[in-house]
């Protein structure tokens, strides 16, 4: 089949009499979830969503606008027209057997592509796809979206291979199935190609999407920090407008681009020095209206040469016609600092939602709105369009903050601590452009070697772990996260009291990711990583001339995770020789790590020969700049890089090799920890979350959307039993009782001994097992407490379960957390445990490493080690569950409680599984924005 269309110009009846109608082609809802806002190759937003009967005149005018050569490489022959029928058959679809796909720019489609099931050439999982992209829109990278987009409706209706015709002088169309990641196989028969490749997301496929996503969300990123030309909209000549400060701080930064002033209400006016005088029924010579000297325009449509950059400082009711005029433009990127809108409440929300699907619909990112704006220091750009009245030198450390008002207090604190920065990105209310959209960037950006996040929420948390966990390998990250809201309600009720910080310091840590609590310890970290070099160990010499202030530093070292192995005190009168004698010793002591050098002087002394002694004694043998190991300083007690102990560049700023300084030594000592803690994350060996060879994801997954056809719900035990042993995870064998007959009959095919146990909440877990008959022998005693049980408990129905090995009891609970995504907690079972919080928190996937750390924590290696169990089989079990929650995301909570933990093996002894729809936010499938 090559979806050829017929190519006949003229309607007859025969054409139309047996057109499918609209109901008939429609079994099922229209599918929306299916449509998605993706970003192509070139940063550029292209919206996609499923066809319908409605996109007739659409599709046509889409065909008609095509070169004589796309139609041809498309349908294999000259397709001057699409007639009727076949306009009729590619819109009306039944969004399973045959699936299209459109996507749009504006009102226009500008690609289109299909797939439609091979079931009657007997290929009942097998579908031919194919697509084409409108001329003036391919090189953009929208056909391998297209086909991503079109494999995931695929398999979510059961297909596992796509085919394909090509014509041999396409090669292109070939290399597009080879560079989206597809295994393919190829035959040649004469003047075609026929293409096949499975459409799992394997590994390659897997790591092929999100080098893709992160060049394209960097690209766009790029395009809003590397503008040509900025327009500031809403500029004011009032001093006290918003408007006013943007354009002058535009200006004041020496953007090297053109800049045009937007005042709708501007109007020209007469120059004072017109010449020659205006003689009688001469017309005024009028100068062209100006803001702040700069030629202004009413709109930017009026504006003569293209627009890159838009900063918008308007109310948040002129928005919408702001917007039109940015659209007809051709405006890239928009920075919206008007307020008035989430923040205000529903009404404000709404506006918000439709203003960000708007922009995304014309091809644009936005960052807001409320936003404080952007800043980019390199010298080529030189772009300042924020609010902030100061910001800090160039330099190589990033900052991304979602709080204007806070980011203005950030940027000149780190000005004051002469911390350059290379970019800066506050976003707002995060309509759109988020932190995982800018860590994309700074991921490639060779001007940035930190990165630093003042975050509220992580968007979308799944998403952000996958980056930062990528980022972190090779550039560190300090956050903070503010705020509340880490675990969903029903997560925190059933893992005891514990705060949201501990699980968010462990799920960031997780990811690599350098959490500290405060703006003073976010810059105290950022100092010494973009600075010093990051220590091997943990090994840390003190000297310096006061005793007390180098055991406060030694005290907090050893707190900290920080082995002090030397103190040396040079005493109050110490020379600046000696003193740098004494660092160059450390500096050169192989069993030395890092460094801290105390140097409060008991009276004033010139300090200048003392902080050169110190910049000399850390210069490597090689004539370097950069000290071969770490160095922090209380030198005088000064916060930052003070000149007399900076490197500088040809700018005068500091660089890389300049020493931090700390007013306290419990805060250098504590900034040296950190960058111990985080050297030690990142010389861990690189892993991803293995592949659990003998799963049988694809089978869980039909089994799981098949029991949740008519919504969520839960399992029962028996159909959460069946799902988990499709990833090697087997409970031990039960059976559901109502009957004390039921009940002998199940004990005596199990199996002696037996459990007769209460499956209600109230009663599992409790520390008197009073829920529970353990140790049966016999039917006497199953029938005996079968009785028993059920007057107690009042339930109707009981579990006969086959006994399992003495052992440790753990418990395990994955659910989705609205900051985490899907979060898993670990620990002993029973609710004393729960009551004590004693639990451990990891987001999903895990690595082997991920899961070794959690069975790794005091409480659980404690009792295992006592009872002689091997912590191995405990790590297999998180991995596989970690398995199982990403290659179904549908399961949407899970609980294996207890697992017993024996010498013998592990014993999963209880389960409950909760399904429903994917999460919006869920890290899986095609490549989306949001």
């Known amino acids: 089949m090559t979806d050829t269309p017929d190519t006949g110009s003229t309607d007859t009846a025969s054409d139309t009499e047996d057109t499918p109608t609209t109901e008939d082609a429609l079994p099922r809802e229209y599918p929306r979830q299916w449509s998605a806002d993706v970003l192509a190759s070139d940063g550029g937003v292209v919206h996609i969503r499923p066809i319908m009967p409605a996109d007739a005149d ?97 398999a979510e209706n059961g297909f596992t291979r796509f085919e394909a015709e090509v014509l041999s002088e396409n090669p292109n169309m070939v290399a597009v199935f080879r560079d989206a990641g597809y295994q393919i196989s190829r035959a040649f028969d004469g003047s075609t190609v026929h293409v096949e490749f499975l459409i799992d997301p394997t590994e390659a496929l897997t790591a092929v999407r999100n080098a893709r996503e992160r060049a394209s969300e960097a690209r766009s990123i790029a395009n809003l920090l590397r503008p040509s030309s900025v327009a500031v909209i809403g500029a004011s000549a009032d001093p006290k407008k918003v408007g006013n400060v943007l354009l002058a701080n ?63 400082a308007v109310p948040a009711a002129r928005i919408d016609q702001v917007l039109d005029d940015c659209l007809a433009k051709g405006v890239r990127t928009l920075v919206v600092v008007s307020a008035g809108f989430g923040e205000k409440g529903e ?41 902030a009245p100061r910001i800090p030198g160039a330099g190589r450390v990033g900052f991304f903050c979602q709080s204007g008002a806070l980011g203005i207090a950030i940027l000149d604190t780190a000005a004051h601590r002469r911390l350059g920065l290379s970019t800066f990105v506050s976003a707002g209310n995060r309509a759109d452009v988020s932190g995982n959209d800018v860590l994309q960037y700074w991921d490639t950006d060779d001007d940035t070697d930190v990165v630093l996040l003042y975050l ?30 880490a675990m969903s309600p029903v997560h925190a009720q059933r893992t005891g009291p514990v705060r949201d910080d501990r699980v968010a310091q462990m799920v960031l840590e997780q990811a690599g990711v350098i959490q500290v609590e405060t703006i003073a310890e976010l810059f105290d970290s950022a100092t010494v990583l973009a600075y010093q070099p990051l220590p091997d160990g943990p090994r840390t010499a003190i000297l310096g001339n006061s005793s007390v202030i180098a055991s406060l530093a030694a005290n907090t070292a050893r707190s900290s995770g920080l082995e002090v192995v030397s103190i040396v005190d040079l005493g109050p009168a110490v020379t600046h020789d000696a003193l740098s004698a004494a660092v160059a010793e450390a500096m050169n002591d192989d069993a030395i790590d890092a460094v801290i050098v105390v140097f409060v002087p008991p009276v004033a002394v010139d300090s200048s020969d003392y902080a050169l002694g110190l910049l000399e004694a850390t210069r ?23 000149p007399g102990l900076s490197r500088t560049g040809p700018d005068g700023l500091p660089v890389r090799g300049s020493i931090p300084s700390y007013p306290t030594p419990e805060r250098a000592a504590s900034a040296l920890a950190q ?7 990142r010389s861990r060996p690189a892993a991803a979350p293995a592949p659990i060879p003998d799963s049988r994801p694809e089978d869980a997954r039909s089994f799981v959307r098949e029991a949740m056809a008519d919504g969520p719900r839960s399992l029962t035990p028996r159909e959460g039993s069946y799902v988990l042993g499709h990833f090697g995870i087997e409970v031990v064998p039960f059976r559901d009782v109502r009957t004390m007959h039921e009940a002998s009959a199940a004990a005596r095919e199990l199996g002696f001994p037996v459990v007769v146990k209460s499956t209600s909440p109230a009663w599992v877990g409790r520390v008197d097992r009073e829920g529970a008959r353990l140790d049966l022998s016999d039917a006497t005693a199953v029938i005996t407490a079968f009785n028993e049980l059920q007057t107690l408990t009042g339930d109707s129905s009981l579990q ?89 995301p549908e399961i949407r909570e899970l609980t294996l409680d207890p697992i017993l933990a024996s010498p013998d093996g592990i014993s999963v002894l209880g389960s409950h599984i909760d399904v429903g729809p994917v999460p919006t936010l869920a890290d899986t499938g095609p490549r989306r924005l949001g």
Do not use: C
């Open 347 to 387: 009404a404000g929300l709404e506006n918000e939602k439709r203003l960000a699907e708007q922009v995304r619909a014309h091809g644009m990112r936005l960052v807001g709105p409320n936003a404080l704006g952007v800043v980019n220091n390199h010298p080529d750009i030189a772009l300042n369009a924020s609010l």
């Open 250 to 312: 535009v200006l004041a930064a020496g953007f090297t681009g053109p800049v045009f002033p937007v005042n709708g209400s501007a109007v020209a006016s007469e120059p004072d020095d017109a010449q020659p005088r205006r003689g009688p029924g001469r017309p005024p010579r009028t100068a062209p209206p100006s803001v702040r000297g700069i030629r202004s325009y009413s709109t930017v449509r009026d504006i003569p040469d293209p627009v890159d950059l838009a900063v918008i």
């Open 456 to 485: 509220e929420s992580f968007g979308n948390p799944r998403k952000f772990g996958r980056i930062a966990r990528r980022v972190a390998s090779k550039k560190p990250i300090v956050a903070i996260k503010s705020g509340s809201g």
């Open 58 to 154: 659409l599709l046509v005018e889409f065909h008609n606008g095509l070169s004589e050569r796309t139609r041809y490489m498309r349908y294999f022959g000259p397709t001057p027209t699409l007639p009727p029928r076949e306009v009729v058959r590619m819109t009306t679809v039944d969004y399973r057997n045959r699936v299209a796909l459109l996507a749009f720019l504006g009102d226009r489609v500008i690609a289109m592509g299909l797939y439609e099931g091979l079931a009657a050439d007997g290929k009942p999982t097998s579908a031919e796809v194919a697509f084409v992209v409108a001329d003036d829109h391919q090189g953009r990278g929208l056909g391998p979206i297209l086909l991503e987009h079109l494999a995931g409706a695929a």
């Open 800 to 888: 006969v379960q086959r006994m399992a090995p003495k052992g440790v009891g753990m418990y395990l609970r994955v659910s989705d957390s609205p900051s985490f995504g899907s979060l898993m907690s670990f620990g002993l079972s029973g609710r004393l445990f729960e009551a004590l919080g004693d639990r451990s928190f990891r987001s999903i996937p895990l690595t082997e490493h991920d899961a070794r750390e959690l069975v790794d924590e005091p409480s659980v290696r404690t009792l295992l080690a006592e009872d002689h169990t091997d912590p191995d089989a405990l790590v297999e079990l998180l991995q596989r569950v970690s398995a199982l929650i990403d290659d179904v």
């Open 620 to 642: 490597p043998a090689d004539g370097g700049d950069v000290p071969t190991k770490p160095v922090v300083t209380t030198f005088l007690a000064v916060e930052g890089v003070p």
């Open 675 to 681: 960058a111990w803690r985080y050297s030690r994350w």
